[in-house]
């Protein structure tokens, strides 16, 4: 956890030392803690047994997805920081969740679970091609 701390401090300086940056450095960092915390807690015996009795494989991907929606739209809002600047990208955060709710704020969550799903299909998609051409290689050696 503080190494990760310390990277994006580093990457923050190699950027250079400004605001947006900050703001874009401080999300990721928080986006990349909540993705090793939520893969350490995967890998407990109680939680697998949790989720693999209470919900079917489809069902694992789609909580999965779930769960990676608030995430995915923490990464494009620090990515719109990091592109259009302060200005910019606190419009754009005003906009998402001041702006937009009641009604249009679960439609972007709901855009950010799509989005997750189809990664999570796209990562299945390439590890299944990349299983299968191991299998062409070994057959020809």
Request: a positive charge.
């Amino acid at each position: 956890m503080i190494i990760t701390i310390v990277i994006f401090g580093f990457v923050y300086i190699w950027h250079g030392v400004q605001d947006f940056i900050l703001v874009w450095s401080i999300l990721n960092c928080i986006g990349i803690l909540c993705e090793n915390i939520s893969r350490e807690i995967g890998k407990t015996p109680a939680y697998s047994n949790f989720e693999s009795g209470l919900l079917s494989t489809n069902g694992q991907r789609r909580f999965h997805a779930m769960l990676g929606a608030p995430l995915f739209l923490m990464s494009c809002l620090s990515n719109f920081y990091f592109f259009t600047g302060m200005q910019v990208g606190n419009i754009i955060v005003r906009r998402v969740f001041y702006d937009t709710w009641p009604v249009g704020f679960p439609y972007l969550i709901f855009v950010m679970y799509c989005g997750s799903q189809f990664s999570i299909q796209v990562k299945n998609w390439e590890l299944r091609e990349e299983i299968k051409n191991m299998k062409e290689k070994n057959k020809l050696l």
